[in-house]
């Protein structure tokens, strides 16, 4: 398999940003990483990172107030 240079990447890129949009891209990005963060979760056996459930509901609370 041939390497990728500069030049491959930027085309890539660039198709990438015409068929789905320059909105779209950073919400690929998210779902491609949280994919790969899981699947490499899965293949080590450790468990769920501990979510900050206290730190979560703030946030939130907070941001229904600013709503009011």
Avoid: D, H, N
């Avoid at 041939?2 to 660039?14: H, N, S, V």
């Avoid at 949280?34 to 979760?41: C, M, Q, V």
């Avoid at 979510?51 to 229904?64: C, D, G, I, L, N």
Wanted: glycine share 14%.
């Amino acid at each position: 398999m041939p390497k990728l240079g500069p030049l491959e990447l930027g085309i890539i890129l660039a198709i990438v940003l015409v068929i789905f949009g320059a909105g779209r891209v950073p919400e690929i990005g998210s779902a491609l990483g949280k994919g790969i963060s899981a699947f490499k979760r899965g293949v080590t056996g450790e468990s769920k990172p501990e979510e900050k459930v206290e730190e979560a509901s703030v946030e939130v609370s907070e941001e229904a107030e600013t709503k009011k």
